[in-house]
T-cell receptor, first 111, second 114 residues
Framework: GEDVEQSLFLSVREGDSSVINCTYTDSSSTYLYWYKQEPGAGLQLLTYIFSNMDMKQDQRLTVLLNKKDKHLSLRIADTQTGDSAIYFCAQTSGGYNKLIFGAGTRLAVHP | NAGVTQTPKFQVLKTGQSMTLQCAQDMNHNSMYWYRQDPGMGLRLIYYSASEGTTDKGEVPNGYNVSRLNKREFSLRLESAAPSQTSVYFC?????????????FGPGTRLTVT
């Protein structure tokens, strides 16, 4: 079945770049998403990429998509303590308005 | 706009008790969803409603029922709660926004079943 996998934990120093990786199984996914969850809160959309794109940049965020390997990554430049959160990768499933989420990567930023 | 609201924020139930989790959105979205979040497992879809008057099962529907009361409201009912239903429950809504279906999430309901 459809599945999305992520590593569970990443620790980076403040000011460094963070790279969060994700692999997915459904090659027919039209959109792939990155959501951010801060402690005690719901998820908020960070960015998304359409499946016919290789890269998307949005300020400090860069999304790379390798369709051949079904690999998605999120790079956060100049990581700040406010970036500490759980980051979820998600793919569309069975239609544009259903999503399959990965387990989430907890990003810890230390001074 | 309040976005997506959920009540209650916290709830403790005994095994076998029933309860309804409420969700409302004020963004005029057609689609609404219920997810549960468990440690290390991400979000799993319980039920969704593509539009008013329709509901469909998601990945983990057993033990739950839903009602799409109107376009704004989508409730989730646990008829006989079990400890395995201890989780954080999120409601979300979405609409095609020109280039993607962004889902907007509520703040969650933290449910403990003892």
């Amino acid at each position: 079945g459809e599945d999305v996998e992520q590593s569970l934990f990443l620790s980076v120093r403040e000011g460094d770049s963070s790279v969060i990786n994700c692999t997915y199984t459904d090659s027919s996914s039209t959109y792939l998403y990155w959501y951010k969850q801060e402690p005690g809160a719901g998820l908020q959309l960070l960015t998304y990429i359409f499946s016919n794109m290789d890269m998307k940049q949005d300020q400090r965020l860069t999304v790379l998509l390798n369709k051949k390997d079904k690999h998605l990554s999120l790079r956060i430049a100049d990581t700040q303590t406010g970036d500490s959160a759980i980051y979820f990768c998600a793919q569309t499933s069975g239609g544009y308005n259903k999503l399959i989420f990965g387990a989430g990567t907890r990003l810890a930023v230390h001074p | 706009n309040a976005g997506v609201t959920q009540t209650p924020k916290f709830q403790v139930l005994k095994t076998g008790q029933s309860m309804t989790l409420q969700c409302a959105q004020d963004m005029n979205h057609n689609s609404m969803y219920w997810y549960r979040q468990d440690p290390g497992m991400g979000l799993r879809l319980i039920y969704y409603s593509a539009s008013e008057g329709t509901t469909d099962k998601g990945e983990v529907p057993n033990g739950y029922n839903v009602s799409r009361l109107n376009k704004r409201e989508f409730s989730l009912r646990l008829e006989s709660a079990a400890p395995s239903q201890t989780s954080v429950y999120f409601c979300a809504s979405s609409e095609f926004q020109g280039s993607s279906y962004e889902q907007y999430f509520g703040p969650g309901t933290r449910l403990t079943v003892t």
